[in-house]
C-alpha cells in the first residue's frame, strides 16, 4: 500500500513538473513569434539544399496501377524545425501477434495546439509468420517515423508544403541533359534492394530503360524513399508480374475506405467535396497567418513566480480570506498587465528576458 502511495506521489510530481515546462516553453513562444516569410524562405532552402536531400523529402506508393506521392518523414523534420516553436515526439504504444501500434505527438507552442496520431504496422509476413525480434525493431522504428511525421503535417499548414515538395520532385530528378544518366543510376539502386530491372519497369509500365521519363524517376525515386522510411516493403512497392502489382493495386484501394480511385473520373459530389476541402485549407491558412501577425497574446494577469501568463486567477481561502494566486504554480505573487503602475518591476523583468 506504502508503495503505491509513493508511485502515485512520483506520477504526480513529475505531471506538476512535465506541466511547469509546457507553461515555460509557451511563455517563450509568445515572447519570441514565428516569422512566416522566413520559414517559408528556410524551408526551401534546406529540402533543396542538394539532390540527396531533395530526394528524400518525398515517397510513393502503388496504387491503382499508378503511384501516388507525398512529403516524407525527412521533409517533416525539416518543417519542423524551420517552423520553430513545436514540440514533437513519437513512441510504441503496444504490441500484438499481428501489429505493432505507435503514436506521434505534435504541439504548437505559438498557437496552443496539440495533435496525436497513431500507425497501426504489421510484423508478421505474407505466410502470417511473426517477424523475428531485429525486423520488429525496425518495423517499430518505421511506424514512429510514420506517426510522427503524420502529426506534424497536422500542424504545419499543407500551403506552406506544396511548393516545396513541387521543387523538391524537380530538383531530385534534375535536368533534361542529365535524364539518361539519372534513370540509370535510380534504377541500378533500386537493384541493390534485391529487385529486377523487370519489376521496376512493371511499376510504371514500361518495356524498357530508354522509355523511362522524367515523371516515371521521379515516382522511382519516391518508391525508394518510402521503402528505405518503412512506408511499404520491396514486395509491395515491386510486384512480381505487372498483373500481381495491378491485383494488389485494387487490394490497397479497396483497403483505403474513403479513399478515392485514380482509375475512375471524379463524380459531382467528389468534385465538389474537393472544393470544399481546398475553401476549408485556405480558411485555415488565413486564420494561421492572421495569428501570426498579430503577434504574442497580452494575457490579463501574469505570475512574478513562474512568469506565465494567464486571464483569470485562482481564488483560494474561503470568507475573507480569499486570496487570487496563480492557477499554475499556485503562487499569490500576481500583477495585472493592464495596470502597469501596479507592477513596474514585473514588466521590467519580462522586457529584459
Known sequence: MENQTEANEVVVAHRAIEIVEIESQIATAKRYPRDI?????KLMSMANLDQETAEGCYYALPRGGKAIDGPSIRLAEI?????QNCVAEADVL???????????????LENNISVRVKVRRRITNRDGKRFNDDMIAVTANAACAIALRNAIFKIVPGAYLKPVFDKCKKTAVGEVKSL???RAEVIKRLMQFGVTKERILNVISRKSTDEVTFDDVAILIGLGTAIKDGDTTVEEAFPETFKEAKEKSEENIKAQAGSESIEKPMTKAQKAARTRKANKQKKELAEVEARDKAGPTKFLFACKNCGVGFDKPKIAGSGAKQVAICPHCLSKNIVSTEDEKKSPDFMQEDDAA
Not at 37 to 41: A, D, L, R
Not at 79 to 83: R, V
Open 180 to 182: 539518361a544518366n539519372k
Open 37 to 41: 516569410k522566413i520559414f517559408k524562405e
Open 94 to 108: 503496444n504490441e500484438d501477434d499481428r501489429f505493432i501500434y505507435a503514436q506521434g505527438q505534435c504541439r504548437d
Open 79 to 83: 518543417a519542423l524545425s524551420c517552423y
